[in-house]
């Protein structure tokens, strides 16, 4: 059973940093795209960043310059280095793994708050 293991929310001023982290287990991930996305009170959903196993990267516009999505050699682990960072970026930070031609796996969730 694939399981996601998040860890790096918390509170922080405007400005700061934060890192998130996220290691899948329970599965075989050779092949996979893995990564973060978000939910803000009153809004859907929306992605953040993702990497692929090969290292290719995508950025949510709001985030670019200001977030760095990187993963570990031969793991199914990501960190998200949040920099930079307003209070509109307050939120519940989701991690997702989709599995060479499997459903997507998702974490439990994890708070960021940034206060102004």
């Known amino acids: 059973q694939v399981q996601l293991a998040e860890s790096g929310g918390g509170l922080v001023r405007a400005g700061g940093s934060l890192t998130l982290s996220c290691t899948a287990s329970g599965g075989r991930f050779d092949i996979f795209t893995m990564g973060w996305y978000r939910q803000i009170p009153g809004k859907q959903r929306e992605l953040v960043a993702t990497i692929t196993n090969l290292g290719r990267r995508n950025y949510a516009d709001s985030v670019k310059g200001r977030f760095t999505i990187s993963k570990e050699y031969n793991r199914a682990t990501v960190h998200l280095q949040m920099n930079g960072l307003e209070p509109e970026d307050t939120g519940v930070y989701y991690c997702?793994?989709?599995?060479?031609?499997?459903?997507?796996?998702w974490g439990q969730g994890t708070q960021v708050t940034v206060s102004s």
């Open positions: 997702k793994i989709t599995p060479y031609r499997r459903d997507d796996y």
